[in-house]
């Protein structure tokens, strides 16, 4: 099952490094402010603790805008899973 809610930025675990494009974030923090993020990051809910793998430019966006949350589409899996996504 798969849900949408808001997270706390420091909530989520970033396992695996990501060479964002500075002026990709520069766009995305620019619409971000204007409207708000329209689309969830995706994020995997293990043992209660969240990791991200995908929306890496928007996480940085909404982190160097000084928010605390950003809305993520919750999907809780067993440690397996996390582990094939480590991999």
């Known amino acids: 099952m798969v849900r949408v809610q808001e997270i706390r ?3 989520i675990r970033r396992p695996l490094p990501r060479e964002n494009d500075p002026e990709k974030v520069k766009l995305l923090m620019a619409s971000i402010a204007e409207i708000g ?3 969830p990051i995706d994020v995997l809910e293990v043992d209660g603790q969240y990791y ?3 929306g890496c ?3 940085e966006a909404c982190q160097r805008l ?3 949350t950003i809305l993520a589409r919750v999907r809780k899996a067993p440690r397996s899973v996390l ?4 991999a």
């Open 9 to 11: 930025l420091d909530e």
């Open 37 to 39: 993020q329209q689309e």
């Open 52 to 54: 991200g793998f995908s």
């Open 57 to 59: 430019h928007r996480y």
């Open 66 to 68: 000084g928010q605390d």
């Open 83 to 86: 582990k094939m996504h480590i």
